[in-house]
């Protein structure tokens, strides 16, 4: 199985902030990586697919990177309206999603 | 639009069964993997299984392989995932989800599309 972790778990910032969430898979898993946002009470969002590619309707605001081993998401300037859980999710093997990070404002 | 529209929450007493449903509209029901996705009160996504509803060719995650059954009807373009024996560690919200994609091909399932939800509680 492959095990996904991200860090932080929470953080906390400021509205126009740089904000940047890591995610390290347990192995080699090329950039079958996606990245999700919920919303408290609310289901999922796709944000980000095959490590870096913008789901359609996503602001440009959020960008993806990395390979193999280690992503980042990057939200470039925060915004009141990206208070939200985000998890990634690697698809190389099945679905396996990590624990999520927590973004205050 | 697409949409995945779920059946409403539940409140089952342990040892009882359940058939959580998941209609699909707007797109071609048939040509996507439709799969389930649970979320443990206060916890994180867990993927349950898929299922390719053309030929129900179904794959599950090993953590719950023999757990649950993931089935649909394609003539009213409806998933279902079932659960039995329920526990009061079974009470969690499911979600419904569509494979980014179309095509019998499996694997690569990440989830463009999630439905709304279905909040199980299991208690005596």
């Known amino acids: 199985d492959i095990h996904m972790t991200q860090s932080p778990s929470t953080l906390s910032a400021s509205v126009g902030d740089r904000v940047t969430i890591t995610c390290r898979a347990s192995q080699r898993i090329g950039t079958w990586l996606a990245w999700y946002q919920q919303k408290p009470g609310k289901a999922p969002n796709l944000l980000i697919y095959e490590a870096s590619g913008l789901q359609s309707g996503v602001p440009s605001r959020f960008s993806g990177s990395g390979s193999g081993t280690e992503f980042t998401l990057t939200i470039s300037s925060l915004q009141p309206d990206d208070r939200a859980t985000y998890y990634c999710q690697q698809y190389n093997s099945y679905s396996t999603f990590g624990p999520g990070t927590k973004v205050e404002i | 639009e697409v949409q995945l529209v779920q059946s409403g929450a539940e409140v089952k007493k342990p040892g009882e069964s359940l058939k959580l449903s998941c209609q699909g509209s707007?797109?071609?029901?048939?040509?996507?993997?439709i799969g389930w996705v649970r979320q443990m009160p206060g916890k994180g996504l867990e993927w349950m299984g898929i299922?390719?509803?053309?030929?129900?060719?179904?794959r599950y995650s090993p953590s719950f392989q023999g757990q649950v059954t993931i089935s649909a009807d394609k003539s009213i373009s409806t998933a279902y995932l079932q659960l039995t024996n329920l526990q009061a560690s079974d009470s969690a919200m499911f979600y419904c989800v569509r494979r980014s994609g179309s095509g019998s091909a499996g694997g690569r399932y990440f989830f463009d599309h999630w439905g709304q939800g279905t909040l199980l509680t299991v208690s005596s």
């Open positions: 299922i390719y509803p053309d030929d129900s060719d179904t």
């Open positions: 707007g797109y071609r029901f048939t040509n996507y993997w």
